[in-house]
């Protein structure tokens, strides 16, 4: 690599790129890392023993010139105090180095013009005063520093830009932080011993783009809902530049103007609201809002889901009555919301008082997955929020005990022209997967799920039959049929048969399966792998 090129790289890595937080800093560090490597191969002022198992500092190799230096992922357990006064050091890479447990004072004196620091997964349970005298520090990497619970005043980094404690044991953020006014990333995520942040500190970082603080204990508070001089959210909406944002809060916040103006100009955000809520991955976690072990009943979420592409609900109460409320509240559609998730609600969902949306207020759902949800079908969801599913393509059914049919079609909703996956599971009194009934004006010829290519079902003893009408699902490819013994039909012909590419289940069930005509079944034959992973030989 190029010297010139070398630097544009590096200036590049200073900016936080906008995937999920986590992800960006890892990234970043791992690709300065790369150009530390490659830039050294014709840089005489760098540095690299990397990843050699190296156990004592190579105090011989420092001269007064060099500029970077990698000595990550070795066995190093100890530095020394002084080096050879390394006026122009301006990257010093020890992450990796799983046995260092301290840092000497007069260590850190001899890089006068470091800029980066990782000391990633290391053992180091504190940092000395001197580190304030890195006067030049634009990042300072401690992720996974396991044992590192205390951090030295900051106030002097006035130039650092990247901030990265994640999976520290930081009880409270460092003195001085209020004064970073070139600070663009904060990692706290997986911070799960950060008791307190006070009111008025993170809203002086005024360079903030990135606040990242997934899994942390700490929980942001909603004004006058939480205690004296604790941050709140009114702290995160002075920060200006913020763009990616993920916190714990402590309750649904209100309908706000001040709230609603900085979550529209967020790029990605991920707010976890409640006691438990926690962090579980989505396709569409761009923009997520998840509720947990809350009474949401007297809770307004709908200026939420305006800038929402992803919203789950568990282990909530009080839900009909907030869908009720979702209903007659909002005067149009959240087109933006992309996944819905609904686990662990013990409450019926049914439309109450004729409060039924007008409107499908979801018109580009994506994905739905219910679990433990108490529902005799899905339809009784589809009344409440005037649900189409004409964008759903994954639909997820899990646990749910009183689920007898998954979805009524023929009327509201005609059929599923995007469904592509399929997943019911555990769901003990299911009978069939879609009921059709088609309406006066809806009567249709149109296949019920064009587009189905995956159906996976398991452990459904009641199941016998995926559909009331007859007909083929011509786009199936991979199916799947575990301990659903009274599910004698596959809706596939001879025509489309050569299409599927697998056929996984029971032998005995596979055995005792019906079909219209044996060209089906010979076609399917050696595309069958039983449930125990051998495919099945010989004839049937």
Known sequence: MEKESSRQVSKKLQKPTHHCPNESQAININRFAIWVMSSSQDDSHSLVMSGIGLREFPLEKYFPSIRRVSLMNNKLKKLPDQVVECVELSALLLQGNFHLEALPVGFLLSFPALRILNLSGTRISSLPLSLSELHELRSLILRDCYYLEEVPSLEKLTKIQVLDLCATRIKELPTGLETLNSLRLLDLSRTHHLESIPAGIIQHLSSLEVLDMTLSHFHWGVQGQTQEGQATLEDIACLHCLLVLSIRVVCVPPLSPEYNSWIEKLKKFQLFIGPTANSLPSRHDKRRVTISSLNVSEAFIGWLLVNTTSLVMNHCWGLNEMLENLVIDSTSSFNV????????????????????????????????????????????????????????????????????????????????????????????????????????????????????????????????????????????????????????????????????????????????????????????????????????????
């Open 337 to 540: 919301l992309r996944s819905l998730t609904v686990d662990s609600f013990g409450g019926s969902i049914r439309p109450a008082g004729g409060c039924v949306a007008q409107l499908d207020l979801l018109p580009n759902l994506e994905e739905l997955h219910l679990r433990r949800v108490n529902l005799e079908t899905i339809s009784e969801l589809v009344g409440h929020l005037g649900l189409r599913f004409q964008t759903l393509k994954h639909l997820e059914v899990s646990r749910c005990s009183r689920l007898k049919c998954l979805l009524s079609l023929g009327n509201l909703i005609c059929f599923l022209p995007n469904l592509q996956e399929i997943h019911v599971s555990f769901c003990e009194k299911l009978q069939e997967l879609f009921d059709y009934s088609p309406g006066e004006f809806s009567a249709s010829t149109e296949p019920l799920v064009p587009a189905l290519r995956i159906i996976k079902l398991t452990n459904l003893p009641r199941l016998n039959r995926l559909c009331s009408q007859k007909g083929s699902w011509g786009s199936l490819e991979h199916v799947e049929v575990i301990r659903c013994n009274l599910l004698k039909n596959l809706p596939i012909s001879s025509s489309k048969a050569h299409k599927v590419k697998e056929v996984r289940g029971e032998r005995h069930w596979w055995n005792n399966l019906s079909w219209d005509d044996n060209t089906t079944r010979e076609t399917l034959q050696p595309r069958f792998v039983p449930a125990d992973g051998n495919i099945l030989t010989g004839s049937l």
